[in-house]
Nanobody
């Protein structure tokens, strides 16, 4: 079974940083593009970032570009999202997703507040 397990969320002050991880299993992780999406309180799902199979292509929504960095370690079957200069608007549940098959993890809560 495909499993995606996000971790690393928590409470952080504005301007702070967090590093999210997504542990993948049940499929050949290195063969798939992956992406991160988030859902803020009272809002719909929002695509955040995408990465290709070998970390040579990354894409970001405008609001996070320059602050967030997506990466992956195929040897560890793990996807990452380094989040810097966090803002209150980044508060959301963050999900990692297997592209094409649209398998999702359970999400990890990120709360940015003073």
């Amino acid at each position: 079974q495909v499993q995606l397990v996000e971790s690393g969320g928590g409470l952080v002050q504005p301007g702070g940083s967090l590093r999210l991880s997504c542990a993948a299993s049940g499929f050949t992780f290195s063969n798939y593009w992956m992406y991160w999406s988030r859902q803020a309180p009272g809002k719909g799902l929002e695509w955040v970032s995408q990465i290709n199979t070998d970390d040579s292509i990354t894409r970001y929504i405008d609001s996070v570009r320059g602050r967030f960095t997506v990466s992956r370690d195929n040897a560890k079957n793990t996807l990452y999202l380094q989040m810097n200069s966090l803002k209150s608007e980044d508060t959301a549940v963050y999900y990692c997703v297997q592209d094409r098959h649209e398998n999702w993890g359970q999400g990890t809560q990120v709360t940015v507040s003073s």
